[in-house]
């Protein structure tokens, strides 16, 4: 018994060795930090493409509460239509476009 714990004792100790030879690389170096300290702004950002987007995703989603209002016979298709539009309107309006939405 005696014989297999030092066995695996020494088998440990030559794995770590090896660790540490892998890991004595030397560091990386850090990431290179811009001079100046310049927060990005938006340049010509008006208010259409937010606006836009609210758009769309008023008409994408009312229609699409709607159709589901039209196939759902529990469900009134036009008080739905409507609280879908007002609320992607409003939760696109508040959340902005996505960046891939081009004004």
């Known amino acids: 018994m005696r014989h297999n714990d030092d066995m695996a004792e020494d088998e440990i ?4 060795r090896e660790i540490d030879a ?3 690389k030397p560091a990386a ?15 010509d950002s008006s208010g259409g493409g937010r606006l836009a987007f609210a758009g769309i995703a008023a008409v994408g989603l009312g229609l699409g509460a ?17 609280a879908g539009a007002g609320a992607a309107f409003i939760t696109a309006l508040v959340a902005g ?7």
């Open 22 to 24: 892998t890991s004595a």
């Open 29 to 43: 170096q850090p990431p290179a930090t811009k001079a100046s300290a310049e927060v990005a702004t938006p340049t």
């Open 66 to 82: 709607f159709l589901f209002g039209i196939f759902t016979p529990w469900t009134d298709a036009l008080d739905m239509g409507v």
């Open 97 to 103: 476009p996505p960046r891939w939405f081009s004004s």
């Open 13 to 16: 100790e030559r794995l770590l």
